[in-house]
């Protein structure tokens, strides 16, 4: 008996935890890279009642992780009274559904404001203050200098930490933990009560001076104001909020340690590469937005990441969000994504990336739609564009996240433009193309308007894995791509050596289907509207 019960502690999988290697990151799950396939559970669907809709929607989509809210309203609607019941039926059924689950706290923040605190928290503001204006007047969001608030929040995400490590640290089903929900305030820069008022007039604390430079000329320390001028109101708030975080976090990984991470409502990206303006109303002050991803850093180094949430479908914004958010002190993570079909393709741009999972929002078939930041539908044809991107990816997540960890892989989503991408390869460069025909050239066509069907919305995209020096694995669908020499093979004649088109086995074995040559090879590598995986061996020769 004592033999078996060693046996089994030793058993027990390590902690899922993120690692660094030369900028990259990866997310290791029972000791190995693991990419979260993903999706997001609608904020009403936390109750067991629910759930059936849920497994059975992230079935459809192959997905391999939920995202899934737990409500402080939900777990202490009496003060000192939990009940985790809830965790207890998620836990269990995921593991009969072999998903995992990311946790998502809807603490005192929840898109900034505090609809999911409980009512003996959200009614009582002398105890569990709002934020103040400049003029003296509530806010509608929670100040994070309310000391009882803080303890209350961190009190009850601690007791989910010990109730989660009580019924899966033998598991692992439970992977990351995301710490509130959107935070920030949406219509004011930052708190003017007592308190912040007191810490607004204070130094400059080191820890962020050391990251977020100076934005007045010629100062290096002093108070808020003097150092970040037009700035202060934002990158203060933005530390008060990081700073009380911190607090609940480092709380909750010190009873059970799993990695951790803030999402963000997203501020315009910055399309010319210029800094980002001082505050004006337009987003949410405080929250971690791209331009003080470094205050978030020196204030909450118990937060691993933050992760911009993708609700804006414009392709060159995508792409800057993601760069942006893409960093060797930040590992990239797509928490939320709008669920409409012309997201679906941003898969392969931000897997191809090394991202460590991505989740389209609202991914349930609760009968509830996020039209127009998502699908029209909550059935099928809302789940159908995520689940041929992620069928293809599924079998192989396991390696494509050992080689996005290695720095081998890259992605490509059609732009909004249409233009053919091109992708910098080791000895080697790809063009992406769309809109074309699986046969033959535009020239050929008679009717130059004429483009191939189903591509009348961009829907395509590539994700490439450089997984030797001439070899490579290509996911993508509608698209064209076309392999040349470049760097030390620039210039030199090459030839597809071989193209096979199969899969993964479950035990990540190639398993070949055909070989693709003559037609199919001669105008391009052309992927179908449905996903397909190619094994794809370049040959160069001498003249
Ligand atoms: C998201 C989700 C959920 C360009 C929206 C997005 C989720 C939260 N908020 O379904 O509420 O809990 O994190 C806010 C997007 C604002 C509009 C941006 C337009």
Known sequence: LLLASAGAATAAPELPRLVEKDGRHALMVDGAPFLMLAGQAHNSSNYPGALPKVWAALKDAHANTLEMPVAWEQVEPKEGEFDFSFLDTLVSQARENDIRLVIVWFGTWKNTGPGYLPEWVKFDNRR????KDKDGKTVYSHSPFGEQTLAADRRAFVRMMEHIRKIDSGHRTVIMVQVENEVGTYGVPRDHGERAEAAFRQQVPAAVLARQKPKVAGVTQGSWRQVYGDYADQYFHSWAIASYIESIASAGRA???????????????????????????????????????????????????????????????????????????????VPEMGNAAGYARYVYQIVGMGALGVAPFGLDYFDYSNYPLGSKFTDRRMVEPFATVYGAFAPMQRQWARWAFEGRTHGVAEGDDRAPQTVALEGWKATVS??????????????????????????????????????????????????????????????????????????GRWVMERNWNGDQTD???????????????????QE
Do not use: C
């Not at 569990?128 to 934020?131: A, D, G, H, L, Q």
């Not at 020196?298 to 993601?322: C, F, G, Q, R």
């Open 128 to 131: 569990f203050p709002r934020m």
């Open 255 to 333: 009873v059970y340690d799993l990695p951790m991470f803030v999402n963000a409502a997203l501020r315009e990206p910055s399309l010319d590469g210029k800094p980002a303006a001082p505050w004006k109303a337009n987003f949410a002050s405080g929250g971690p937005t791209w331009d003080v991803i470094d205050i978030y850093k020196a204030a909450a180094p118990h937060i691993d990441l933050a992760a911009p949430d993708i609700y804006m479908p414009e392709s060159n914004k995508v792409t800057a969000v993601l760069k942006s958010y893409q960093r060797p002190d930040n590992a990239l993570m």
């Open 434 to 507: 769309f809109r074309e025909f699986q046969f033959g050239e535009r020239q050929y066509l008679k009717d130059k308007s004429e483009f191939k069907e189903g591509t009348e919305k961009p829907g395509g995209g590539v994700a490439i894995a450089q997984v030797g020096e001439n070899e490579f694995v290509l996911v993508g669908q509608q698209a064209r791509v076309k392999f040349a020499g470049d760097g030390a093979n620039a210039g030199k004649p090459s030839l597809l050596g071989r193209v096979e088109e199969g899969r993964f086995d479950a035990n």
């Open 523 to 541: 105008y391009g590598l052309n992927l179908p509207a449905a996903p397909v995986v190619l094994k794809v061996r370049l040959v160069t020769y």
